[in-house]
């Protein structure tokens, strides 16, 4: 390759020590007069600018699988592609689904109590207002707590997320409420149910007569492993 005159010199005096030297946004390294590679710096992130790693054009496009996966971990995160973060964006996905049902079950707060009631027009009992929220999201489920109560896996309270279902049997271990959870926190079990008064939202451990009562979790939707 052709060199400008000024790169020529630094040749002549130092032909057998390698140099670096940068021509604009590229860095030539020399290792003789016969020989010489061009590279492109590569910020390794946006927020270590000083820190540059000197990595070929086509390897930072397509690094090859014999060189390792750990040749991943130099390449800036914005070079990457999507491939390499499967089972995060599945996670987010699903957790964002979770969210929607959420966000979709609140829209109904204030809406009356009614005994058997499917629909917001009429009013919703607890598992009518349930399977309304999930037919929006196409789970087309029982308006019954009780088969409510066989969908989906069991899970326990420390496992559960926004969007599981949570079951209250009697003390005869008869199913006779179902609400959706929102929030698990230290002393706090968050969730949006219709009963008495309409649907709302609450904290169950402000309420001895619901921790007084057997829970059991099952989760329909998808989980954000």
């Known amino acids: 390759m052709s060199l400008p005159k000024e790169y020529n010199n630094d040749l002549f005096f130092f032909t057998h020590v390698p140099i670096l030297k940068k021509m604009g946004t590229w860095v030539i390294f020399v290792l003789s007069l016969t020989s010489c590679s061009l590279f492109k710096p590569v910020i390794t992130t946006p927020s270590t600018l000083n820190d540059e790693v000197f990595l070929n054009e086509k390897e930072v496009e397509e690094v090859p699988s014999e060189k390792g996966r750990d040749r991943l971990n130099i390449i800036p995160y914005w070079k990457k592609k999507d491939e390499d973060f499967p089972t995060k964006k599945k996670a987010s996905a699903n957790l964002t689904l979770r969210y929607d049902v959420i966000a979709e079950a609140e829209k109904y707060i204030g809406i009356p109590y009614t005994w058997a009631g499917k629909v917001p027009e009429t009013g919703f009992d607890c598992s009518g207002f349930t399977s309304y929220v999930l037919r929006k999201f196409n789970y ?34 008869e199913v006779f409420h179902v609400s959706f959870i929102t929030e698990i926190q230290p002393q706090v079990i968050e969730v949006i149910h219709s009963v008495n008064g309409g649907v709302k939202k609450e904290n169950l451990f402000n309420n001895t007569w619901w921790m007084n009562k057997k829970m059991e979790i099952r989760s329909i939707l998808p989980q954000p492993e």
């Not at 109560?149 to 209250?168: E, T, Y």
């Open 140 to 173: 087309n489920i029982s308006p019954s707590s009780k088969d409510q109560a066989k969908l989906g896996v069991p899970k326990s309270l420390d496992d559960c997320n926004p969007g599981d279902l949570i079951i209250f049997r009697n003390d005869k271990n």
